[in-house]
């Protein structure tokens, strides 16, 4: 008897090619719909599955493989007893699906989507057919990927397909229906009202990419898009330019562009290690740079570089003057381009216009046999609610200079202190166990700059040894979250020294 394969798939890459190949070795090719028409239209012999069930498909396709013709046909083991009753019941085997599923999420994905468009993208022959095949991979090869078909064919001329590809195609399968579904949950999720933490969480990835290795060269690592996603992100930001793109680039990189984006003056960031080393606004993207660079000129050196403009090309001449990892923008002027294209490594991306948060809200961290989920921190300072507690209020400048250094600060790994003047930043702080060494750190960065600047804080001042240590900095104003039980403290020595102080009553950890 021949061997028999049902192919049925959304995605037509090498499918002809795949088809012909299993003819040639003398297989019967059972196919639907467009499927069966791109293989017909190829001159490849080709079985409509109506002939098979004896059933026409009904209710506009939505039913035409879901029969005992076709399911019994797949899952029936090779065993004497199954055998039996498939000849009992004129069914014949199928030794092979070939199967991938409508373009669920790339229908969600499109801009105006509506409900109805969603609901009639999701298969539901498809998922059983894979399901059911995966189920018996001892005996009928299930193929989801078009990348496989090659493999695929090599193995059955060489006369055995093994074991162990076997089980791999069968994993692959049902990590595919187990996306599709996730998929499905998380758009219907997407909708509302519904649990923000549901009881069974599912998400859906698609992979970008295998990386190099991950954090170090003895670690594995890959990156995965959220199709679903919209806006101006890394992820979604198209490569201009450079060398790949490494684990602790793509990291660097999101950190530097979800600060830069924050702000709507010109404004450049640079980033090392996760951690703002330099950030500053100016009336020219240049200028920002510049600014950025003197901040910390040693940290910078091999920095991340964000930009919420178009880089034009003296902004472009100025980077070229480092090393740079790479450079993230919503655009780059053709001439700038051509300026950073001398460096050859240089990772230029880019993102289009800067039109608003994106649409994901979930920010994941892995621990060891969990998965910790909070919502991103999209707070600033509400100058509204800002609460002046010293006997001398910031002034009107103090206090735009204040919001920019908090709006820095929330980007900062905890514990964190900013120091800044001018909205150019001069100290970071970051990352200390405890907050008084941060302010330390941020204070001999910035040096005799201090003096006149302004101090921001992720969380309130346990005692008062920052403030006093603010006051020998010569720091004018401080703007932290309060809520300590030694505020009245803190207060008292920033009014012994003239400092301004407020309070924002909005705390941004970043562990």
Not at 67 to 79: C, E
Request: aromatic residues 6%; neutral net charge; contains cysteine.
């Amino acid at each position: 008897m021949k061997k028999r394969a049902l192919i049925s798939v959304s995605d037509k890459a090498g499918v002809v090619e795949f088809a012909r190949g299993l003819v040639e070795l003398g297989w019967e090719i059972v196919s639907t719909g467009g499927t069966y028409k791109t293989i017909k239209s190829a001159g490849v012999p080709v079985t409509y599955v109506s002939e098979v069930t004896g059933f026409p498909e009904i209710l506009d396709g939505r039913v035409k493989t879901l029969h005992p013709r076709i399911h019994g046909g797949i899952l029936a083991l090779r065993t004497p007893e199954h055998l039996k009753q498939l000849e009992e019941q004129g069914i014949a085997p199928i030794d092979l699906v070939a199967v991938n599923l409508y373009p669920f999420r790339q229908t969600v994905s499109r801009e105006g989507v509506t409900l109805a468009e969603a609901v009639e993208n999701i298969d539901i022959g498809g998922p059983a057919m894979i399901r059911a095949a995966a189920k018996n991979h001892q005996y009928v090869l299930v193929v989801v990927n078009p990348e496989r078909y090659p493999a695929v064919l090599e193995a059955l001329r060489a006369g055995e397909v093994g074991a162990e590809l076997r089980l791999a195609l069968a994993q692959e399968a049902f990590a595919h229906t187990a996306h599709y579904d996730a998929a499905i949950a998380d758009y219907l999720a997407s909708l509302g009202p519904g649990e923000r933490f549901p009881r069974e969480l599912t998400l859906a990835f698609d992979l970008v990419g295998t990386l190099r290795y991950g954090e170090n060269p003895h670690q594995r690592a890959a990156f995965y898009r959220d199709l679903r996603t919209k806006g101006p992100c890394v992820a979604n930001a198209a490569k201009l330019h450079g060398k790949e793109l490494s684990y602790n680039n793509i990291l660097d990189l999101n950190a530097a562009f979800e600060l830069v984006r924050e702000f709507e003056a010109p404004t450049v960031v640079i980033v090392k290690h996760n951690n703002p080393c330099g950030v500053a606004q100016a009336a020219t993207v240049a200028e920002a740079y510049r600014l950025a660079f003197e901040a910390d000129p040693v940290s910078a050196f091999g920095g991340i570089v964000a930009v919420n403009r178009t880089v034009d090309r003296a902004a472009a001449a100025e980077m070229v003057k480092i090393f740079l990892e790479a450079v993230i923008a919503p655009d780059f002027e053709p001439d700038a381009l051509e300026v950073l294209r001398q460096k050859k490594d240089l990772r230029l991306l880019k993102t289009g216009p800067l039109t608003g948060q994106t649409t994901d809200w979930m920010d994941l961290r892995k621990v060891n046999g969990g998965l910790l989920l909070q919502e991103v921190d999209r707070k600033v300072a509400d100058r509204e609610a800002l609460k002046v507690v010293t006997k001398r209020a910031p002034s009107p400048e103090e206090l735009e200079e204040l919001l920019f250094a908090f709006t820095v600060v929330k980007h900062v790994k905890s514990n964190a202190i900013v120091v800044t003047k001018n909205r150019q930043v001069l100290g970071v702080g970051a990352g200390q166990m405890n907050r008084v060494g941060s302010a330390r750190i941020a204070f001999a960065q910035a040096g005799e700059k201090a003096r006149g600047a302004v101090l921001a804080s992720d969380a309130f001042f346990p005692f008062p040894d920052t403030v006093l240590e603010a006051a020998k900095a010569g720091i004018a104003a401080i703007i932290q979250p309060g809520g300590s039980l030694k505020d009245a403290e803190s207060i008292a020595a920033a009014d012994a020294h003239g400092i301004a102080m407020v309070f924002t009553g909005m705390r941004h950890f970043r562990h």
